[in-house]
């Protein structure tokens, strides 16, 4: 089953509008999450690092107060989308470690965003 | 030089055949190897992880590690249509698959024809 549970899958709205995304660990804590965005027919493009308790660590070219991200708690992971515009439609999808040696990365569902 | 690099394909094999992916990787250092399996419009799902030179078999597929090489592939025996789909390769620099983050190749799209 899964691992990792994302939400919401999609979202259509005005643009100007923030768009919160959640992002979970199911039945295992996850100290560190990632946040990708994947444009249509590209490859992932990691975003940022989540940090439970501290500031998220933010790929180059990526804009922190347009991609806001709260790692408070060691199950959840929030990336807000700040006056969210028609180029930021894309899928975002986040990730964890699933507890344990050598255990890699899973990921959510993806959130389908799309600015109108 | 990307630092993971694959064929973007597509990569078109008979229903039955065996579908042969190819990676290369430009760190060293690198330590942990996965292949992703992405379908239009879905999030990747793992489908293999390898540590150690060699081959590690799950099933039908069977990843392949050469670091000497900076290689690493999968193979996919009797390929069926279900298998179509885009395949990533993904490295890392720690040993444990710890919470470090992945590069990731562009993919690989496979196409099983009937």
């Known amino acids: 089953g899964a691992v990792v549970s994302q939400h919401p899958s999609r979202v259509i709205c005005k643009s100007g509008t923030s768009v919160k995304i959640e992002c979970r660990s199911l039945?295992?804590?996850?100290?560190?999450m990632f946040w990708y965005r994947q444009f249509p027919k590209q490859s992932l493009m990691l975003m940022a690092t989540s940090n439970e308790g501290s500031k998220a660590t933010y790929e180059q070219g990526v804009e922190k107060d347009k991609f806001l991200i709260n790692h408070a708690s060691l199950t959840l992971s929030t990336l807000t989308v700040t006056s969210a515009h028609p180029e930021d439609s894309s899928f975002y999808i986040c990730?964890?470690?699933?507890?344990?040696?050598?255990?890699?990365?899973?990921f959510g569902d993806g959130t389908r965003l799309s600015i109108l | 030089q990307k630092e993971v690099e694959q064929n973007s394909g597509p990569l078109s094999v008979p229903e039955g055949a065996i579908a042969s992916l190819n990676c290369t990787y430009s760190d060293r250092g690198s330590q942990s190897f996965f292949w992703y399996r992405q379908y239009s419009g879905k999030s990747p799902e793992l489908i293999m992880s390898?540590?150690?030179?060699g081959d590690k078999e799950d099933g039908r597929f069977t990843a392949q590690l050469n670091k000497a090489s900076q290689y690493v592939s999968l193979l996919i025996r009797d390929s069926q249509p279900s298998d179509s789909a885009t395949y990533l390769c993904a490295v890392n620099r720690a040993n444990t698959g710890t919470a470090s983050k992945l590069t990731f190749g562009t993919g690989t799209r496979l196409q099983v024809t009937l």
């Open positions: 990730s964890a470690n699933h507890r344990g040696v050598n255990q890699p990365q899973h």
């Open positions: 390898i540590y150690s030179n």
């Open positions: 039945d295992f804590q996850a100290t560190t």
